[in-house]
């Protein structure tokens, strides 16, 4: 590790929500991860948005460029990590995963009557649990060019919308197949594939809130529940039933 520059290297706080709120896109000097998310709460790195379950974080090495949405109500942790003690591991956002080792630790640091070696101490040992993991969250990368990103806004507002390739094609000037070649090329997925993706991310939200899987389906654009099921599992390797309970059972408290 390298030498301490501050007296607090591991820094945590709690914010809530009081109205919808969007963040715009903005840099941190430090290192940051978001935890403990509860409610409606997505964040955008440059090129990916992230929807995260309680169960999960996402690291942020500093520089790094984010923005996101914070509905009313929600809430989540956010902490702030010194740059030079804690050098970035990784070299870009990642899904960390949030034990209770870990939260429990970083809310210990909040104690401002920690002497100093027993902050180092701690924050050595927080730092050290924290793992990459895949699959906690849905990443929804975001296409570069113009055309498919409209595409992709209107979709995230309307996951609901059914307008095909071709139809949406020609709302911005471009074929079907063109789009589906944009949506390829700048996300990794086709433009079906990626809709399906942005319609359980949007699902996840909901159902946090509490809505049930049925009611979700068709606020997401399905006609039938077990047509949701099926693309909720193509999504996650699991059913929203099962999702859910995973994030409640592991729910931060």
Same mark, same amino acid.
């Given at each position: 590790?390298?030498?301490?520059?501050?007296?607090?290297?591991?820094?945590?706080?709690?914010?809530?929500?009081?109205?919808?709120?969007?963040?715009?896109?903005?840099?941190?000097?430090?290192?940051?991860?978001?935890?403990?998310?509860?409610?409606?709460?997505?964040?955008?790195?440059?090129?990916?948005?992230?929807?995260?379950?309680?169960?999960?974080?996402?690291?942020?090495?500093?520089?790094?460029?984010?923005?996101?949405?914070?509905?009313?109500?929600?809430?989540?942790?956010?902490?702030?990590?010194?740059?030079?003690?804690?050098?970035?591991?990784?070299?870009?956002?990642?899904?960390?995963?949030?034990?209770?080792?870990?939260?429990?630790?970083?809310?210990?640091?909040?104690?401002?009557?920690?002497?100093?070696?027993?902050?180092?101490?701690?924050?050595?040992?927080?730092?050290?649990?924290?793992?990459?993991?895949?699959?906690?969250?849905?990443?929804?990368? %975001?296409? @570069?060019?113009? /055309?498919?990103? =409209?595409?992709?806004? #209107?979709? *995230?507002?309307?996951? &609901? $919308?059914?307008?095909? +390739?071709?139809?949406?094609?020609?709302?911005?000037?471009?074929?079907?197949?063109?789009?589906?070649?944009?949506?390829?090329?700048?996300?990794?997925? %086709?433009? @079906?594939?990626? /809709?399906?993706? =942005?319609?359980?991310? #949007?699902? *996840?939200?909901?159902? &946090? $809130?509490?809505?049930? +899987?049925?009611?979700?389906?068709?606020?997401?654009?399905?006609?039938?529940?077990?047509?949701?099921?099926?693309?909720?599992?193509?999504?996650?390797? %699991?059913?929203?039933?099962?999702?859910?309970? =995973?994030?409640?059972?592991?729910?931060?408290?």
């Amino acid at each position: 590790m390298s030498p301490r520059t501050s007296a607090a290297a591991v820094l945590t706080k709690h914010l809530v929500e009081d109205a919808p709120r969007s963040i715009d896109w903005h840099t941190h000097r430090r290192h940051e991860l978001l935890w403990g998310f509860v409610g409606a709460r997505t964040v955008e790195t440059e090129g990916i948005a992230w929807t995260l379950p309680p169960t999960a974080g996402l690291w942020v090495p500093a520089g790094v460029r984010h923005a996101g949405f914070a509905g009313e109500g929600a809430r989540h942790h956010y902490t702030l990590v010194d740059a030079v003690c804690f050098p970035d591991r990784w070299g870009r956002p990642m899904l960390v995963a949030m034990p209770p080792a870990v939260r429990e630790l970083l809310l210990h640091l909040r104690d401002a009557s920690l002497s100093a070696g027993e902050r180092h101490d701690a924050e050595r040992a927080v730092m050290s649990l924290i793992k990459p993991i895949e699959g906690a969250g849905i990443a929804l990368p %975001t296409p @570069t060019d113009p /055309r498919a990103r =409209a595409v992709s806004v #209107a979709l *995230v507002e309307d996951p &609901a $919308d059914r307008r095909t +390739a071709e139809q949406w094609g020609s709302e911005v000037g471009v074929s079907g197949r063109t789009l589906d070649r944009l949506f390829t090329s700048q996300t990794g997925m %086709t433009f @079906t594939r990626w /809709r399906i993706q =942005a319609r359980v991310r #949007a699902a *996840v939200l909901l159902m &946090a $809130d509490g809505q049930s +899987a049925t009611a979700v389906a068709h606020l997401v654009g399905y006609q039938t529940a077990s047509a949701f099921v099926r693309a909720f599992r193509q999504a996650t390797a %699991t059913t929203p039933r099962a999702y859910m309970a =995973a994030l409640r059972d592991q729910r931060p408290g």
